[in-house]
Structures are given as C-alpha cells and as structure tokens.
C-alpha cells in the first residue's frame, strides 16, 4: 500500500519516503505526494531527489496492479539510473507544483460547472490546459451564461472541504454520484466528499483548492453537441 498524502493536503509540494518496489515501468514508494491518473485527471510529474543526489525524472503516475499501490512513471532515457535502485531506497519525491496548481483550480472549476448545470456526468478530462465535461442532457446550453456563473462563484469565495462518509451513507444517499462514467472508489469502507460550501457536494478523489477565489479567471472556451444526447463543455485558465 502507498500512503495518499495528496488526499489530506493536495498543497504538499514533497516528501521523504522509501522505495518499495522497482522494475522496468517504474517506482513504487511507501508514501508519495504525487496524484495517480484517475477519476479524469492527469497524474503528477515531478522527481525523485535520491540520496547521493541523482535525480530520476518522473513523467507520469499510475495506479499499480495491485490495489492501493502508486507507481511513478520515469521519462525516457533514464533506463540506467532506474535499474541501479532497490527496495529500501530513501528518496525525496517532489511533485511539478505549476501542474498540479492547474489541475486543482481547473478540477474545483468543473465542480463549480456541475452546480451550474444540473445533469448527469457522462464523461470528464482534468489536464493542466483545459478541463472537460460530457453532460447527460439534451437542452442546448448559453456560453456566456455559463461563464458569468462560473465567474460569480469565483467571486464568492466559497471554502472547499474535503470529508469522508461510510460507504453505506453513500448507499443511501446516491443523488451525491453525479459521473455516469466514473463511480468513487470503493473497498475501503469510506468514500471521500468534496464540498464546496453552499455549492456543490459530491464524491471525488482528485485534487482541489481550498476556497473558490483560488480558482482566478476561468473561461468557457467551447460548447459542443457531441450526440443526441450529449453536452460537452470546456474550460481553460
């Protein structure tokens, strides 16, 4: 199992840790700040500062075959320095803080689109350029409308909070499940909210600011009918 720092404190910038698996695709540590790919957002670059100084270059993160488990994804070239590390190994991970910056304003943007549009998620994409929703709907949406919503709930600075509910409240509650297309991760007897106060409440395991006015300026950039049945909105910093 790798500890989740990013889930408490998605602002961590680094951490120590230890590796405690290696082979040919990549590194696995006992805890990392760095957010695999998942729930549509992109996975964290960065690097790995070892001990006598070397730095290993990470270009992506995954989750690992076995559940619980992140691997960080070296880039090309350092096929070398990766074959010489073992288990046991001190590291010092650093995620590219500018990224991830972009990921959670983008990410807390889409939650803010979601309360602005009240329909079913049938497909998502939070990168560091843009951030994406498909909506379940048939009724055209208004580009301008959209983005003056999304600029007064910037504006308000509502505090964003994460909790953990039992999975049976979700049960019981699963108007909070707005995605069609990614369901929040289960097995752990506990489900991670997002709460955007006064705005928006749904499960999500990505990564956010902590108020609203971090988001700054965003804009629609495009709206698109991508079938009979299918809204796609996109956003940009």
């Known amino acids: 199992m790798t500890e989740e720092l990013f889930r408490d404190d998605a602002t961590l910038a680094a951490c120590d840790a230890r590796i405690t698996a290696r082979d040919d695709a990549g590194v696995q540590l006992d805890r990392t700040v760095f957010y695999p790919q998942g ?20 270009a992506d993160t995954r989750k690992g075959a076995q559940p619980g488990t992140i691997v ?44 602005l549009v009240p329909h079913p998620v049938d497909g998502c994409s939070i990168t560091a350029d843009y951030a994406r929703l498909d909506f379940h709907m048939t009724d055209p949406l208004d ?10 709930l910037v504006a308000a600075a509502h505090p964003v909070r994460a909790r953990w509910v039992d999975e049976s409240e979700l049960d019981a509650n699963p108007g909070l499940v707005r995605s069609m297309s990614v369901q929040p991760p289960r097995g752990q007897g506990r489900v991670r909210l ?7 409440l749904q499960p999500c395991g990505g990564t956010h600011v902590a108020n609203t006015a971090e988001i700054g300026a965003v804009q629609v950039t495009k709206i698109e009918k991508k079938s009979a049945r299918t809204r796609r909105v996109v956003l940009a910093l």
């Open 143 to 152: 580009k301008a409308e959209l983005a003056a919503g999304l600029a007064r």
């Open 39 to 58: 729930g549509g957002q992109a996975g964290d670059r960065g690097r790995l500062r070892l001990a006598d100084g070397r730095t290993l270059e990470i």
């Open 194 to 200: 997002i709460e955007i106060d006064g705005v928006d």
């Open 72 to 115: 960080h994804l070296p880039a090309p070239g350092q096929e070398a320095l990766l074959a010489r590390l073992t288990a046991g190994d001190p590291v010092r991970a650093e995620i590219d803080t500018v990224r991830r910056d972009r990921h959670r304003r983008l990410h807390t943007a889409t939650h803010l689109l979601c309360a």
